[in-house]
């Protein structure tokens, strides 16, 4: 068992307890251990049979250890499943749904028999749900919105833990088949789609090894049913049916495969189209000219764009949303790449809501040799973020300017503001005039009306100390649905008052998202790319930002935080009405 599906098992544990009114230090431990166990750098099963190892983890008393050694050593967890069969179906799932509490769930599943979404989508809009005790029209309204939106999610899954799984297969598959020439993932993980239904994978190894390794997949620590076998490929699901594919190539056909299994159907359709102009065909050995044999030096990905008549088109962006036209034109050099990226200009410690010191997050972000970092933790408003209040955040400013000095790393004084329902904002403007950089957003109030919360954008936005707004839209991926905002209007304000838009790197937000960001691009709007991580780890987001961004096709010059120290700090500098002119005056 990974850590994932260890942590998930405890996080369950917590919920159902909570549901069933437990104690609330009980519950307190086992969501504790779902943490803890998520955010260890190990494989928890390293250490699971040293239960000295295991007690010295934070929070994990003799109960937890035991529960840690029986779900490892059987697969199960006795607890979750009593808790399971005491409850009701489905318990799980609705209070997944903001909006639904423990004693909601329990009414909605025993009295209405809701055991899923779309059973709850249609008893909302049949009028049954909203008879429930503490259930008004407007929350049964905005319950039915993220209700749609998990149904029709379906069972995909984020992009975040579907290229976790992805990886983990890969380094178990590897580490048991020593044949393996390349592996990569393919497919909607390798083009960074938000949501992933199935991760397909690509292999090479030398024809006669493929049984083998073949074998060894359907096998895997987390195969739970087999779908399809055959000599070259196979096809598992995992205990919650999410379904894996491998396909087996040789080596000279592993990047036509590899262009064959990224690009979308209509992508590939295309390069199809175009090969057959060309005499050729297209598939997934090879593009080979009809009386040619199949060679490594013409294979790679990048010859077979060129031999189609187009410039390299990063996995990303094939989708057959114009990139093909693009790329008879013109090459992607431009498009930001993760190396572009000089600084994140987002980050937590644990003055608000992060769970590390300020030290730990810097020493982390040094490591990447970025070379600034802004520390913007949340403002009193957040209070559930735990926000500084105004003179925590003088003090504040204090330990970062004292950090800057003493690490390697230049600090960014901040913070995340937020911007109230009324759109006025939590600090003084003297107090904001006094950081490095200021970005705004919306954590609460999310129920408004477009014309409101769009209003609350665009006031903050003509604020003068705002200089960045950040996931615009506060949807958390398969959570919670995005608030109604009129995305083109905001986009236009950016422009018009000098803001800054976010695109968020956590791969639960991925806010603004690919369509809105390109929409951005067309319009002129400058971006920064943030991981606005909580804990060391999660600066590792910075990937899943940036190919959000690629997706959206922005270039790196549209990115201040693609800017060094010095043009950074002088862009800051200007008033916002002459930032993006001093943007369009960098130079490629
Ligand atoms: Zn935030
Ligand atoms: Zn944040």
Redesign the pocket.
């Known amino acids: 068992m990974d850590n994932n599906s260890i942590s998930q098992a405890f996080a369950d544990v917590a919920v159902l307890m909570q549901v069933k009114g437990e104690n609330v230090f009980k519950v307190r431990a086992h969501s504790k251990a779902s943490d803890v166990i998520k955010s260890l750098p190990y494989p928890i099963t390293d250490i699971v049979d040293n239960s000295e190892k295991l007690s010295a983890l934070s929070g994990f008393g003799d109960a937890i250890v035991d529960k840690t050694q029986e779900l490892v050593r059987t697969g199960r967890l006795g607890l979750l499943d009593r808790l399971l069969e005491e409850l009701p179906d489905g318990i799980l799932e609705l209070v997944q749904i903001p909006g639904i509490g423990p004693k909601t769930a329990v009414t909605a599943a025993t009295e209405l028999g809701i055991s899923n979404f779309e059973q709850l989508e249609a008893s909302i809009e049949s009028g049954e749900f909203q008879n429930l005790p503490r259930i008004s029209k407007k929350g049964a309204a905005q319950i039915l919105r993220h209700t749609k939106l998990r149904v029709e999610q379906g069972n995909r899954i984020g992009l975040g833990p579907a290229t976790q799984m992805a990886s983990d297969v890969i380094v178990e598959l590897k580490s048991r088949c020593g044949t393996i020439v390349d592996i990569e993932v393919a497919g909607s993980v390798r083009r960074s789609s938000e949501l992933i239904g199935n991760v397909d994978l690509v292999c090479s190894a030398m024809n006669d090894e493929f049984q083998d390794i073949i074998d060894s997949f359907t096998t895997l620590s987390n195969v739970r049913d087999v779908i399809a076998h055959n000599p070259s490929m196979a096809v598992f699901a995992d205990a919650k049916g999410f379904r894996f594919s491998l396909m087996m190539v040789t080596p000279e056909a592993f990047d036509a495969s590899l262009v064959y299994a990224t690009g979308s159907i209509a992508h590939v359709t295309r390069l199809e189209a175009l090969a057959s102009e060309r005499g050729m065909t297209l598939s997934s050995s090879g593009l080979p000219y009809p009386s040619e044999s199949l060679s490594k030096d013409i294979q790679t990905e990048r010859n077979i764009y060129e031999r189609l008549g187009l410039n390299f088109i990063p996995a990303q962006m094939r989708e057959d949303s114009g990139e093909i036209e693009l790329a008879e034109k013109q090459d992607f050099a431009n498009i930001l790449t993760e190396s572009d990226i000089r600084g994140d200009l987002h980050a937590h410690t644990n003055w608000s809501d992060g769970r590390y010191t300020m030290e730990e997050m810097v020493a982390v972000a040094q490591k990447r040799e970025w070379e600034y970092l802004a520390i913007t933790d949340h403002s009193p408003s957040a209070t559930v973020a735990n926000g500084l209040s105004p003179d925590m955040l003088i003090a504040h400013n204090t330990a970062v300017r004292e950090l800057s000095i003493s690490s390697g790393i230049r600090l960014l004084t901040g913070t995340?503001m937020d911007i109230r329902p009324d759109g006025s904002l939590d600090y003084s403007d003297e107090l904001l005039a006094g950081l490095d950089i200021v970005i705004a957003?919306i954590?609460s109030g999310m129920d408004q009306d477009i014309a409101s919360m769009t209003q609350r954008v665009i006031d903050a936005m003509e604020n003068p100390h705002v200089d960045v707004i950040?996931?615009l839209t506060a949807r958390l991926l398969g959570k919670r649905s995005p608030v109604e905002i009129d995305i083109a209007s905001v986009l236009e304000a950016a422009v018009r008052t000098g803001t800054v838009m976010e695109i968020n790197a956590s791969p639960d937000r991925l806010d603004l998202k690919a369509e809105h960001i390109r929409m951005g691009v067309d319009m002129g709007v400058i971006f920064a790319v943030n991981t606005?991580a909580h804990r060391t780890w999660q600066f590792d987001n910075m990937r899943f930002g940036v190919s959000t961004a690629i997706r959206g096709w922005v270039e790196s010059d549209r990115v201040i935080n693609t800017l060094h120290y010095a043009e950074l700090m002088t862009f800051l500098a200007l008033p916002k009405s002459e930032r993006y002119a001093f943007n369009k005056s960098r130079g490629h």
């Open positions: 995340e957003s954590h950040c996931h606005d």
